[in-house]
């Protein structure tokens, strides 16, 4: 054998390592973008039927929106995005359980983080539910109307996917309480899951902002 195949051969004591991403971070993230797509078709459904309808009509019907009671409702839904987070902060420390006194929120873990960001978002649900209400008596539903068909479309369909975050921190909880051990793969849970809360949240902020600020 030469000196440079000497040379160019690897010894006992090298390892070859290669940094790949984590493909459930990676698949989860293309699934949000597909996701996004799909928003993306309700805003130009929404921005279609109002350019189309009377607007006259269209200010009758933006009306009766409960502008402050949705700004209570989305700032509920944007903390629990911080809530979630800190539950993430957790979970990259192998933390499940808090430390400390239940008040020393500073020494939760992610059981404690993801059970306050649980009932955030079922407030929020609840709060859709008493909008969708109190907007029904006022005459707006979904077939009374252009406007009623695309507001309960846009926001209902927002809603469904703020459930599907409240079945996933359900998973999360379980899957963390079955564990012998917390470990990387209940971490990795928690941090994809965070990906859709926060993805969830910011089409949320976009939708407050299109339907009950520039109306």
């Given at each position: 054998?030469?000196?440079?195949?000497?040379?160019?051969?690897?010894?006992?004591?090298?390892?070859?390592?290669?940094?790949?991403?984590?493909?459930?971070?990676?698949?989860?993230?293309?699934?949000?973008?597909?996701?996004?797509?799909?928003?993306?078709?309700?805003?130009?459904?929404?921005?279609?039927?109002?350019?189309?309808?009377?607007?006259?009509?269209?200010?009758?019907?933006?009306?009766?929106?409960?502008?402050?009671?949705?700004?209570?409702?989305?700032?509920?839904?944007?903390?629990?995005?911080?809530?979630?987070?800190?539950?993430?902060?957790?979970?990259?420390?192998?933390k499940p359980v808090r430390s400390g006194?239940?008040?020393?929120?500073?020494?939760?873990?992610?059981?404690?983080?993801?059970?306050?960001?649980?009932?955030?978002?079922?407030?929020?649900?609840?709060?859709?539910?008493?909008?969708?209400?109190?907007?029904?008596?006022?005459?707006?539903?979904?077939?009374?109307?252009?406007?009623?068909?695309?507001?309960?479309?846009?926001?209902?369909?927002?809603?469904?996917?703020?459930?599907?975050?409240?079945?996933?921190?359900?998973?999360?909880?379980?899957?963390?309480?079955?564990?012998?051990?917390?470990?990387?793969?209940?971490?990795?849970?928690?941090?994809?899951?965070?990906?859709?809360?926060?993805?969830?949240?910011?089409?949320?902020?976009?939708?407050?902002?299109?339907?009950?600020?520039?109306?």
């Open positions: 054998m030469s000196t440079t195949e000497t040379a160019a051969a690897p010894t006992a004591h090298q390892h070859v390592s290669v940094n790949r991403p984590n493909p459930v971070s990676v698949g989860t993230i293309v699934w949000l973008a597909s996701e996004l797509m799909f928003f993306a078709g309700l805003f130009a459904m929404y921005f279609t039927v109002r350019s189309v309808m009377d607007p006259a009509e269209w200010a009758a019907q933006t009306e009766k929106l409960n502008v402050p009671f949705a700004f209570l409702n989305t700032t509920v839904l944007v903390l629990s995005s911080a809530t979630c987070q800190m539950g993430v902060l957790a979970a990259e420390r192998f006194k239940i008040w020393q929120f500073m020494q939760w873990g992610l059981h404690e983080w993801t059970t306050l960001t649980y009932l955030m978002g079922a407030f929020f649900i609840g709060g859709q539910i008493f909008e969708y209400a109190g907007l029904v008596q006022d005459g707006l539903s979904i077939s009374s109307s252009p406007y009623g068909s695309v507001f309960y479309l846009t926001t209902g369909f927002h809603g469904l996917h703020v459930i599907g975050g409240l079945i996933a921190f359900l998973f999360l909880l379980g899957r963390s309480f079955a564990a012998r051990r917390f470990g990387h793969h209940e971490a990795t849970t928690a941090i994809v899951t965070s990906y859709y809360w926060h993805f969830v949240d910011v089409v949320w902020i976009a939708l407050f902002a299109v339907i009950y600020l520039l109306q």
